[in-house]
């Protein structure tokens, strides 16, 4: 079976830094774009972070020169790693597998992933 599970998120002050983890499974990880979405309540799902195979990052403006997004292919996990974190950052945040190798123009877009993780709760107070 398919599965992305995330781990690392938290409570954390303004200011401090969390990182997050996903280990995926069930599909050959390595070969696809993967993504860092997050969702606060009444808002819609945002890209903020996304890598392809070869290592190329992009990044939401919310979140460039803050976050930083990693892959290990021997040990199959994604990272985010989170730093001077802002309340407005509070969402729950989702590790996600796009359609396809290259994470392209529209890696911002929820419509460019089709399989997700359940999320883990990040609050900045």
């Known amino acids: 079976d398919v599965q992305l599970v995330e781990s690392g998120g938290g409570s954390v002050q303004a200011g401090g830094s969390l990182r997050l983890s996903c280990t995926p499974s069930g599909f050959p990880y390595t070969k696809f774009c993967m993504g860092w979405l997050r969702q606060a309540p009444g808002n819609e799902r945002e890209a903020v972070a996304a890598?392809?195979?070869?290592?190329?990052?992009t990044y939401s403006d919310s979140v460039k020169g803050r976050f930083v997004v990693s892959r290990d292919h021997t040990e199959n996990i994604l990272y985010l790693q989170m730093n001077r974190l802002k309340p407005e950052d509070t969402a729950r945040y989702y590790c996600?597998?796009?359609?396809?190798?290259?994470?392209?123009?529209?890696?911002?877009?929820?419509?460019?992933?089709?399989?997700w993780g359940q999320g883990t709760q990040v609050t900045v107070s």
């Open positions: 996600a597998a796009a359609r396809r190798f290259w994470c392209g123009g529209n890696w911002y877009s929820g419509r460019t992933y089709n399989k």
């Open positions: 890598i392809d195979p070869n290592g190329k990052t």
